[in-house]
């Protein structure tokens, strides 16, 4: 498959890189390390909301999933907190809707509201939810997710008894639905579990289209992925930088052949991550659903693998610097690591591919 960025895509990700560099959310986030889970700020969500990212796949903006995947990629190498892709997906398939919910499409892509996309655990026990009637009642607790803190609501996709797929706004703060904040290894990003238990009414959910469950988890998978290229990215710049700058017996260490060697394996791997996930991503835009599910795992197993690899072997090359709190390694690490796996981890997407 030939693939290659448009000039608009490659300027779209040099924009966001640019804002993120100037705003840089490690720098921003560093002070409050102690103080508990990372937040959303203020200044994050105004930009997205007025540079239009979160509507980017509406049908008024005309994106697509691999512009929002460059987007992705440049938020996972700043060590980003804003949910953009679950904010970006929520709103796509809010705007896609012939109900009184569609409102809220408009709502999140200007700022008014901050409604990701939450879904069930790939390999957890599934949400259960029931039609009674007009109402909808729902309940279980949903994959772990990021914002869920900052959110004013919640867009749950889940499938019912009777094997209608659904989509569920839930207000934040709502009675019977509770987030459970969780302590990981991301000091990036909090991330949370939506504990429910509660009857929805029937202004508050819809019906879709068979098989919507199962492409917005496919989505998800890709993001998370997208997420830990880039911020492999930069640990391949960063240990090339300090690779040629430190020296041991009068010679920078870049020159020894092993440090050579594990550089390069780095660049390989983000590289081939890369290649995979461009493949997947295409996919993401296209309608065979089974091809889709395919190119989706392989990318997220070999990526999932490989950036957590890219990472161990920056903390070797590193050496004793980077195991210091100090340095931004740690938190990109922590950070892959965390992405390898949520959302489908290396052997779930494995197993998927098996089973196809």
């Known amino acids: 498959m030939d693939f290659a960025l448009s000039a608009e ?64 990629e440049e938020h996972g190498r700043a060590a980003s907190a804003v949910p953009l892709a679950e904010l970006a997906l929520a709103t796509a ?109 029937a202004q508050r959910w819809t019906s879709v289209p068979a098989g919507t469950v199962s492409y917005l988890g496919d989505a998800l998978a890709f993001y998370r992925k997208m997420d830990a290229l880039g911020a492999a990215e930069r640990l391949v710049e960063q240990t090339v930088e300090y690779a040629g700058q430190r020296t041991q017996f009068g010679q920078p260490i870049g020159s020894f052949q092993a440090v050579k060697h594990h550089c390069a394996d780095m660049a390989l791997r983000t590289e081939a991550s890369r290649a995979s996930l461009w493949a997947a991503v295409v996919s993401l835009d296209g309608t065979d659903s089974a091809g889709r599910a395919a190119a989706v795992s392989a990318a997220a197993a070999y990526a999932g693998e490989a950036t957590s690899t890219v990472a161990s072997i920056a903390l070797q090359v590193h050496g004793g610097i980077g195991f210091t709190w100090e340095h931004d390694l740690h938190l990109l690490t922590r950070r892959i690591k965390v992405d390898e796996l949520l959302n489908g981890s290396v052997s779930w997407h494995r197993r998927r591919l098996v089973d196809a």
């Open 9 to 72: 895509q490659e300027d779209l990700a040099a924009s966001e890189r640019a804002w993120l560099v100037k705003h840089d959310p490690i720098a921003a986030r560093r002070p409050t390390i102690d103080d508990g889970p990372a937040r959303v700020p203020d200044i994050a969500v105004q930009h997205v909301a007025e540079s239009g990212l979160i509507g980017l796949l509406t049908a008024e903006m005309g994106g697509t999933h691999v512009d929002l995947a460059v987007l992705v």
């Open 93 to 201: 398939e809010l705007d896609k809707l012939d109900h009184p919910l569609s409102a809220l499409a408009e709502a999140n892509s200007g700022g008014a509201e901050s409604i990701p996309l939450v879904l069930a655990s790939v390999d957890g026990a599934p949400l259960a939810a029931e039609i009674i009637g007009t109402e909808l009642r729902i309940s279980g607790s949903t994959a772990p997710a990021t914002a869920l803190p900052d959110a004013t609501g919640f867009l749950i996709a889940a499938t019912s008894s009777d094997g209608t797929e659904v989509l569920v706004h839930v207000p934040s703060g709502s009675q019977g639905a509770g987030v459970r904040t969780l302590d990981t290894l991301d000091l990036t990003r909090s991330w949370s579990v939506l504990n429910l238990d509660l009857t929805v009414p």
